[in-house]
C-alpha cells in the first residue's frame, strides 16, 4: 500500500539560489530564494552546474540535482525523468494496464511482469521475511476497511479486520524468477507504494551515475538518496519533529547513502481523543501504536524505504532492537510520547562521534 511518507528528513540542499526544503508528500512545497515556476533549474558555479527538476510521480513530488558540468547535468536529468516514468507506468497500482493492476486484477492466476516489478516482488517478500511479517505488501484489503481517506466513515469491526486478514501475507506470493511470472492468492491485493518510492530514488541515481554524474540528490517523494556531495558544499538532512512544525530534531551532513522516515503526521484520524496514524500492523490489523516517526539510514534506498515502515510497526523497543542487530542500518526513533532515541551507530553514521 501507498507509505505516504511524513519526509521527517527533510533534504536541505543549500544550492546557490537557497535553501531547498520539501515538506509532506500529502501536499509538497519545495520553497527557495527564488520563485519555483519552471520545473527545471540551473545554477552554474564555474565549470560545473546544480541542475534541479522537479516532477510529480507515482502520487508524489520527486526532486532530482544532479552537480556536473551543464549539458552533461542536464541530459541525466531529463534521462533519470523518464526513466521514472517508464517506472512508474510499470508498478503503480491505479494505472490500468501496469503490472500491478494485471496482478491484483487477476489474482490467482500467474501474470507476466517486467523486470522492476520482480526486482520489488522479491525483495518485499525477503523484507516481510527478514521483519517477522512487520512489512508486508499485501495489506491493502486491511487498510481499505479504515476511514484514513474519509475521516468521517466508520470504524472497522473486528469481524471485518479478520476477514482481511485472511487475505494478508506476502509470503504467499508466488514468484517464478526464470519467466519473471507471479501469483497472488485469490483476494489478494498487492501495492508497491511502501517501497516503490525507495526503488525509484536507486534507479534514478542509478540512471545519473551511469551518465557520469557524481554529485547528485533524489528525492523519491520523501525518500532520499545523496551521492558524493556538490560544488558549494555536503548535502544536508534534517529530522523535523513531527509535532511542532518548523521544530528540527537532528541536522546532519551525509553522503553515498539513503535516507527515509515513515510516519503519522500526515495522515491519521482521532477517534474518541486517541490518534490513530495510517500504518497498520500486517500482523493484526490494526494501526501501529507506540511511535511518530522512524527515519532509517542505510546504504540501500528501496531498503530503507521498507525499513522505516517495519521499524514503525515494530515499535521502538523492538524495532530499535531489530534495527541494532543489523549491520549498516541505522535508525532515530520519536517514540509516541515524543522521546527520542538512536540506533548504536547513529553517531558514527551521522559524523555526530566525538
Known amino acids: 500500500m501507498k507509505k505516504w511518507l511524513l519526509f521527517v528528513a527533510v533534504l536541505a540542499l543549500s544550492l546557490a539560489w537557497g535553501l531547498l526544503r520539501e515538506r509532506p508528500v500529502t501536499a509538497p512545497s519545495v520553497h527557495s530564494a527564488e520563485p519555483l515556476t519552471p520545473p527545471l533549474y540551473a545554477a552554474d558555479t564555474g565549470t560545473s552546474a546544480l541542475v534541479r527538476r522537479e516532477v510529480v510521480l507515482m502520487g508524489s513530488q520527486f526532486i532530482l540535482v544532479a ?33 500491478v493492476y494485471r496482478l491484483n486484477d487477476n489474482a490467482g492466476k500467474f501474470v507476466t511482469v517486467g523486470a522492476d516489478t520482480l526486482t520489488l516482488l522479491q525483495l518485499a517478500k525477503q523484507v516481510h521475511a527478514d521483519t517477522g511479517g512487520a512489512f508486508d505488501i499485501s495489506i491493502g484489503t486491511v487498510w481499505d476497511l479504515y476511514p484514513f481517506r474519509q475521516p468521517g466513515a466508520p470504524w472497522p469491526g473486528a469481524e471485518q479486520i479478520a476477514a482481511q486478514l485472511k487475505n494478508i501475507g506476502a509470503d504467499r506470493i508466488e514468484i517464478q524468477v526464470a519467466d519473471s511470472k507471479v501469483r497472488l492468492p485469490p ?6 507504494g511502501g517501497i516503490g518510492k525507495g526503488y525509484a530514488a536507486h534507479v534514478a541515481i542509478a540512471t545519473l551515475r551511469g551518465l557520469g554524474i557524481r554529485n547528485a540528490a533524489v528525492s523519491a517523494g520523501g525518500d532520499i538518496y545523496l ?4 560544488s ?13 512544525q518548523g521544530q528540527v ?18 495522515r491519521y484520524v482521532v477517534r474518541e481523543g486517541k490518534r490513530y496514524g495510517h500504518i497498520i500492523d500486517p500482523r493484526s490489523g490494526l494501526p501501529a501504536q507506540g511511535v511518530q516517526s522512524v527515519t ?27 534495527v541494532n542487530a543489523r549491520a549498516g542500518v541505522e535508525a532515530l526513533i520519536i517514540d ?15 559524523g555526530a562521534a566525538s
Not at 551521492?227 to 556538490?230: A, N, T, Y
Not at 548535502?235 to 511542532?244: D, F, G, K, M, Y
Open 67 to 99: 552537480d556536473g558540468p551543464h549539458e552533461q547535468a542536464l541530459a541525466a536529468i531529463t534521462a533519470a525523468s523518464e526513466r521514472l516514468r517508464r517506472l512508474e507506468a510499470e508498478i503503480s497500482s491505479w494505472k490500468p494496464g501496469s503490472d
Open 187 to 192: 483476494g489478494m491485493r498487492v501495492n508497491l
Open 227 to 230: 551521492l558524493g556531495g556538490k
Open 232 to 244: 558549494g558544499g555536503p548535502w544536508q538532512v534534517r529530522i523535523a519533529n513531527p509535532r511542532w
Open 249 to 266: 530534531i537532528e541536522q546532519f551532513t551525509l553522503r553515498d547513502r539513503a535516507v527515509a522516515t515513515s510516519g503519522d503526521a500526515e
Open 296 to 322: 532509517v539510514i542505510c546504504d540501500d534506498a528501496t531498503l530503507a524505504d521498507a525499513y522505516a515502515t517495519a521499524v514503525f510497526v515494530l515499535g521502538p523497543v523492538e524495532g530499535m532492537r531489530w
Open 336 to 350: 509516541g510520547e515524543g522521546y527520542v532515541s538512536r540506533s548504536r551507530g547513529w553517531a558514527a553514521a551521522t
